[in-house]
Each structure stands twice: as C-alpha cells, then as structure tokens.
C-alpha cells in the first residue's frame, strides 16, 4: 500500500507527459479557432463599393464563376496589421496573379478610401461592410482575416490575422497550392 | 569579441557542471572528502563563468551592439537605459540565461553559506543542482545561443514591445525567477536526501532558508506581475488566471504548503516523505512553467518565442529530473519512518488540514489550466477554462484554509485543548462575525460570499493579532515584560505573525475590488459627465501629444465628488512609430479606499458627426491597494523567519545529527 502510494506521483506525471508530448505536435496551433465555414458554401452576401475607388462592390456571385480559387480579404484602415499585411497580399496579386477580393470591415468610406490612395489598391472589387453584417456572416472573430475561396464557392481554408511573416505567408502560400491543384483536377 | 567571450564562458560553465554532476556525487559514495570538497570551488566557478555570460549580454544592450542578433530583436539605440538593461531578460534567449544565472546562485550560495550542512549532503546537493543547470546549460548553448551574430547588423533595433517599458515588469521577471529557480535547491536538497536515504529534523532545519529564500522572492514577483497587469496593462484587474499566472501561483501554493510541512519536519521529525513529495513536486511545477510558457503549449496573453523543438527539449530536460526524481522516491520513500505521533487535535493535524487544502488548490489550478490540452487531445474539442471556474473551486478552499490559519497557531504540538482555544478565540469569533453584519449594513450589495469573506479576513487578522498578544501578554503584564517577552520571542513566530496578518490584509483586497467594483464602459463626447462610485467625471477631450519615442493621445478628465474638485486625470493611448504598437496608459486616483481607474479606449469614429468622441472606461476597486500591502506584508513576514536566530547562517549547531531537535517549549 505504502508502495503503490509512493508510485503514484510518477504514475501522473507520466501521463501528464503523454498529453504534453502529443500537445507538442507542430502542427497542432493551440490558438487556431476552428471555422465552421471550411468546406461549407461560402455566405450570401451583398455589399456596396466605396464610393470614389473606382473598384466595384462584391457580392457572393463575384467570387463564383472561375476555375480559379479567389482570395477573400477582410480589412479596414484603422487596423494596423492590415497595414503591414497590404504589402504582402499586393505583392500575392503582382507577382503570382492571385485573385484578390476585399471586404472592407466598419470602416469609413473617406478613410477607406485615403487608405487605398495611399497605399495602392490591390483589390479586383471591395464591399464596404460599414454595419459589419458581412463579417458576422463569414464569422471573422477580428481584422484582418484572410479566407481562401474555391470556383463553385465553397469555403477551403481561412486564416486568422495578418499573413505577415515567412511562416504566416508559407502556411498561406500551401493552402493556395492546395486550393488551385483542387480547382485544377475538377476542371 | 566580447559576446565571443560571454558564449565561450557559457561553454566553460557548461563544462564545470558536468564535472560537478559526477565528482562530488562519487565522493560522497566513497566517502572521499577532497572529491566532496570539490563541489564548493566548481559551485562557485560555475556562478563566476554565467555571471561573465550574462555581463557580456548586459553589455551588448548597454552599447545597442546591433552585430548580435538578439540586441537587434530585442532593442533600439532611443531606448532609455534602464529599459536597455532590462532587454537583456526581455527574450527567450536572455532569460534563459537569467534562468540559469540564478540556478547557479544559489548553488554557490550553499557552496558558500552552507558550512552547517555536512559535507556528504552538501555535495550530493550540489552534483543534484549541477544536473540541472548542465540539462540547462546545454539547452541554451545547443537550442538557444544569446550570441548569435548577424551580418551585415541593421542600423538599428527592432525596440523591445512598449508595453514592456515600465519599470515593475523590468522587475518582475528577475524577481519570479529568483522564487521560480530558487526552489530548484530544495529541489536538489530533497533528491540528495532520498539518495542518502536519509530525512530528519536537521536536514529540515538546512533546507528551510532556501525554501524562504525562494518563496519570498516568489511572492514579490507575482505581486509586482499582477501589480504590473493592473497598473500598466489598463486591464482593469489584477488576476485573470491566465494559463502563464496559473504555472508562476502553482509553485507558490505548493511551495507555501512545503514552508509549513517542513516545520512538522523540523520541530516533530514527521511528515517526512511528504515534505520531500512537495520539495520535488514544487520544483517540478517551476519547470512545468517554463516549458509551458516556452512550447506554445496553451493559448495565453503572455507571448514568448514559440518554438515546437525547443519544446520538445524542455520536455526532454523534464521527463529526466521530474521522471527521476519522483522514480527515486517511489523507491526510496516507503522506507522513510513516520516520526512521532500526534492527536487529531494538535498543531500537526493543523498543519496536515493546511496542507491537504493547499495541495488540493493546486491540484485544482493544474487541473483547470491543463483542461483545455486534455479535452483536446482526447475528444478534440476545443475549450477554454476561465474565471468562473477556478473562482468557484479555488475560493471554496481558500476559505477554510483562511479559517484554520486563524486557530492553527493557538494549537500545541501532539495535543491540544480544543476547549481553552475555543475559549480564548470566542471573543474573536464574535467581533468577525460583527464585522460581516457591519459590511453588510454598509454595503447594501454584492454577493453573500463578500460578506463570509470579510468575516474570514477579520478573524484571520484579529486572531492573528491575539495569538501574538498571548505570547507576548500583551496588557497582561508590565509593559516593560511585554517588551522584554516581545525580543525574546523568536523572530520566526513574528514573521508568521506579519505574514498571517498580510495574507488577511491582503484578503480585503481581493473582497472589495472583486464583490463591490463597479465599471462603466461608455461612449462620451466632451462635456459628458459619468457618475460612477459617488463620483462624477466629466470628459473635456482629447489632445495629441509627443514623447520620447512615442505619439500620444491624452484625454482629460475632471473628477469631482458631490461638487468639490477631486483631481484631474489624463489617460492616454500611446502609438510607438518603431514597434507598431499601441499601449494603454491608464489615469488612476490611487487612495486607500480605492483606485479610481480610467482609461481611453478608442475613438468612436463611425460617422463624421461624432469626431472627438471617445470610448471610455472607467472603474471603481474599492480596498484594491490592501492587495499589495498584504503582499509586502507576507514578504516582510517571511524575511524576518529568514532572519531568525536558529537559521542564521554560521550559527552554532543546536543538536547533531543523530539525536532528535530539543525546541523550547511554547
């Protein structure tokens, strides 16, 4: 009795072990919120342009249509992250011909719009989600959020916060691999 | 050249470890005393080589020497100096190195200070605490070198995280590692122990300065965090059992309740394979948070360089001292014998009930933090264990606790008379109970527990208080006795007198700012007025100011109370153009009654029409600052038991080994 006693301590701590190392897994992200929308059809939506950008607004059916997986971009100027992640999802646009939609999140139109003047305007269209109606509708839990969309609609991947970083923009770069090899059989 | 000299120290200090680990250990074996001896100087060696590591890394950041890459990430050339300074524990690396700084301390502080201790304990002591920095040692030169160079070096730094710039948390990291590692030598104390095969009341009466050491500076660091979250953070709060806080309390609790069943072993010769229990278990939660904090483990507002593979290393480092250890005492402890026999009512069993509820609350805590990982991995679904849930386990215990901490020193060893401390704690039970009622008539609201808690916080106090007055009978005898009684008493029983008082003063704290705090988040626009707490707070606007390094917006608000002028605040929210940042700089009106706290959210600017509005909040904590009187209470509390007579370093040695600890009677 007084054996099994004294053994118990490295019994628990064993076991606590077992769960760390299995929590070690680097795949395993603790702070990744699983979306209900991934692999679900992408929500209805209908949003106005900005007025004065000369991009036009977005809508569901905007997204659809193309073989080709689309980029779904939420942001909004008086997020500073945005700022950082403009210059990546720019050069995603330039340099690999990515298909970028924006959804410009609680934002006013003239800020908005000093905003993209400022910093270029990487966006084929954007919907201005002044009332956020939008961004409840996709689920986005902050800015920015950056979903993957495929052809037929369907929702393939999300990613939370700015895809700033080599390790945020390798995780985003593969998923778009993914997304375009899926599109690419199907078609 | 010189971070060339702070690596190559550490390398040294690696290899004086590793001959630490193994030479006196044999010694001891072999009972050849030169082997033995070995460890005082390689103790030493080893502090003098990390502490020329740690020099070198401080003098990267005092010269912003961008050639190394840690400066780099973690610095800035316009930083003020104290802050660059304290850069130097600001990064994974750094306080790594810190981390084994101070395990290195302390194995030179028994090397040094411990010439009471016998040769063959001292040097298994010493190989024990020389694994562990070579386990550490290892880790930071193979995972995490401090002196990695870049080329070509930026022109400048990346700036330590604004919210970093403030002197408590430049603080307060030294400070929880101090009482995080400090127990790493209680640690090595309990495995040289069961090596030995050997606990008696001596070995208790070694070991406790360290513990004290160790469980003060603890103290001091966790205040001085949560002091920090609260005054710095513009959270509004002062604990939110953040997974990161939970693993830096964990080894506080277990290490209080190591304080007190180290007594029983010192003063009774029992409780002994328990006290060893807690002196591994103490430790091994310190490294379940270092791990936990450095792997990414659990999601928490506490942000470290995250690294999958240095975790599995940490984990590695774990698996071999807590695994080893616990192993040697599956082994080695059911031969330990129970020492002499109590009563169910005496102070042991008091001690015992103190213990078991101090155990469980950590369980608890462990239990709650670690949820989120088990439900994971074992159903896949995603949790999170909040407030609520340890504020309804861990208070429940904590209360009873506090009840028993009022009767446990009246109590004599082996057995008491339950009818005479009933008698003499009648009075007190009285004047707690009236203390409720009074809160209650004064207060109007809140939660019944609120009340309960302050009745509890009172008798503490008030018994506490009575107990020393007992002792040293206070308006019983002359004046004069009571002075001479009072110097006679050991300085331990005036430390538990402070502490135990701390801890009620402290409770006050914790009641009031949680059960009758009232916030207001509201929208205003210059010239609204909020009332809040017999306050009333008008909103004049917001201004654009500069510092330093930094952009500000300053809000001013006046503070009036039943139309007299208070104080004015200035709450500001701070931009820093190098980090891209934002910090939240709080206004407080600081009072012993209570903090009124308010800071500035963010501009409310949907539309055009509302430009100047802000988001304000805006808190009342009534009592918040007895939290932190409390806490310099129990830190006090527990220096002067460190000062005591008996553990005084050099002091004569009252009994040898052999014959049991004759203690005056009480």
């Known amino acids: ?187 | 050249m010189i971070p060339e000299i702070g690596h190559f120290a550490l390398a040294l200090a690696l290899c004086i470890a590793l001959v630490q680990s193994v030479l006196p250990m044999l010694g001891a074996a072999r009972g050849n005393a030169l082997w033995m001896r070995s460890a005082r100087s390689s103790a030493i060696a080893q502090l003098v080589f990390i502490g020329i590591a740690f020099a070198a890394l401080m003098h990267a950041f005092v010269v912003s020497d961008f050639t190394v890459a840690n400066v780099v990430e973690n610095s800035h050339s316009l930083k003020p100096m104290l802050f660059k300074v304290a850069g130097t524990w600001g990064s994974h690396e750094g306080s790594l190195l810190l981390w084994v700084l101070i395990l290195a301390a302390f194995g030179a502080g028994v090397a040094l200070f411990g010439s009471n201790i016998p040769d063959a304990l001292k040097a298994r002591t010493l190989s024990v605490q020389a694994w562990i920095s070579t386990g550490f040692l290892s880790f930071l030169l193979l995972t995490s070198n401090p002196f990695e160079r870049v080329f070509p070096p930026p022109q400048d730094g990346n700036d330590l995280n604004p919210l970093l710039q403030d002197v408590g948390l430049a603080m307060h990291p030294p400070l929880l590692y101090f009482g995080y590692v400090g127990f790493s030598i209680v640690f090595s104390f309990a495995v040289a122990a069961l090596i030995e095969g050997r606990v008696d009341a001596a070995w208790a009466r070694w070991v406790r300065p360290w513990t004290l050491a160790a469980w003060m500076s603890l103290t001091a660091g966790i205040a001085l965090g949560s002091w920090w979250a609260y005054y710095e953070l513009g959270w509004g709060g002062w604990w939110f059992w953040d997974p990161v806080e939970n693993v830096s309390f964990m080894p506080w609790l277990l290490g209080t309740a190591l304080l007190h069943s180290a007594i029983v072993t010192e003063k009774r010769d029992a409780f002994k394979s328990w006290t060893i229990l807690l002196a591994i278990l103490t430790f091994s939660l310190s490294l379940l948070g270092t791990f936990i904090v450095r792997s990414g483990l659990l999601t928490s507002v506490h942000a470290f360089a995250v690294d999958p593979e240095r975790g599995l290393y940490i984990l590695g480092l774990l698996g071999v001292s807590i695994g080893g250890s616990l192993t040697l005492y599956a082994w080695r402890a059911p031969a330990m014998e129970g020492g002499g026999l109590f009563a169910p009512v005496s102070r042991e069993a008091g001690l015992l009930i103190n213990n078991l509820l101090l155990a469980t609350a950590t369980g608890t805590v462990l239990f709650g933090t670690l949820y989120p990982l088990f439900m994971e991995a074992l159903s896949g679904d995603k949790v999170s264990v909040g407030p609520p849930f340890f504020n309804a386990t861990f208070v429940p215990m904590m209360l009873p606790l506090v009840v028993m901490m009022g009767i446990g020193p009246f109590l004599s060893w082996k057995r008491a008379d339950l009818k005479g401390v009933f008698q003499r704690l009648r009075f007190v039970a009285v004047l707690a109970g009236l203390a409720g009622l009074a809160t209650w008539y004064v207060a109007r609201g809140g939660p019944v527990l609120a009340y309960l808690s302050v009745a509890i916080a009172v008798w503490l106090l008030v018994a506490t208080l009575r107990e020393w007055a007992v002792r040293i009978r206070l308006f019983d005898v002359p004046m004069a006795e009571t002075i001479r009684r009072a110097r006679n008493l050991p300085r331990a029983a005036h430390g538990m007198t402070l502490a135990h008082a701390g801890l009620a003063i402290a409770m006050f704290g914790f009641v009031g700012s949680s059960a009758w705090k009232s916030e207001e988040i509201v929208f205003v626009q210059p010239g609204f007025v909020i009332e809040i707490a017999g306050f009333d707070v008008r909103f004049d606007g917001v201004e654009r100011v500069g510092g330093p390094n930094y952009m500000a917006d300053r809000g001013t608000l006046a503070v009036s109370r039943e139309g007299e002028f208070v104080t004015t605040l200035y709450p500001e929210r701070r931009s820093y153009p190098v980090a891209q940042s934002t910090t939240t700089e709080s206004a407080i009106r600081s009072t012993l009654a209570g903090d009124l706290y308010a800071s500035l959210a963010e501009p409310a600017s949907e539309t055009a029409a509302d430009q100047g509005a802000w988001t304000l909040r805006i808190l009342y904590e009534p009592l918040v600052n007895f939290i932190w009187i409390g806490a310099v209470m129990l830190v006090l509390g527990g220096g002067l038991s460190l000062s005591d007579r008996r553990l005084r370093v050099g002091a004569p040695r009252r009994a040898s080994r052999s014959e049991p600890v004759a203690t005056p009677a009480e």
């Open chain 1, 1 to 187: 009795m007084k054996r099994a006693m004294a053994a118990l301590p490295i019994l628990i701590a064993l076991i606590f072990g077992a769960f760390f190392l299995w929590g070690l897994n680097p795949d395993r992200d603790p702070n990744a919120i699983p979306s209900v929308l991934i692999s679900q059809s992408a929500p209805d939506f209908d949003l106005p342009a900005i007025e004065g950008i000369g991009a036009p607004g977005l809508s569901r059916q905007d997204l659809t249509g193309s073989a080709e997986p689309v980029v779904v971009n939420v942001f909004a100027s008086w997020c500073v992250p945005c700022r950082a992640e403009h210059a990546v999802l720019t050069r995603m646009v330039e340099r690999d011909g990515v298909r970028l939609f924006g959804i410009n999140y609680k934002d006013k139109p003239e800020d908005a719009r000093a905003w993209l003047e400022n910093l270029g305007n990487p966006y084929e269209r954007i919907g201005s989600d002044l009332n956020g109606r939008a961004g409840i509708e996709w689920g986005i839990s902050g800015v920015p959020e950056t979903f993957i969309v495929a052809g037929d609609g369907t929702v393939l991947y999300r990613y939370v916060g700015p895809v700033v970083g080599a390790e945020a923009e390798e995780k985003f770069a593969t998923a778009l691999a993914q997304a375009r090899t899926r599109s690419g059989g199907n078609s």
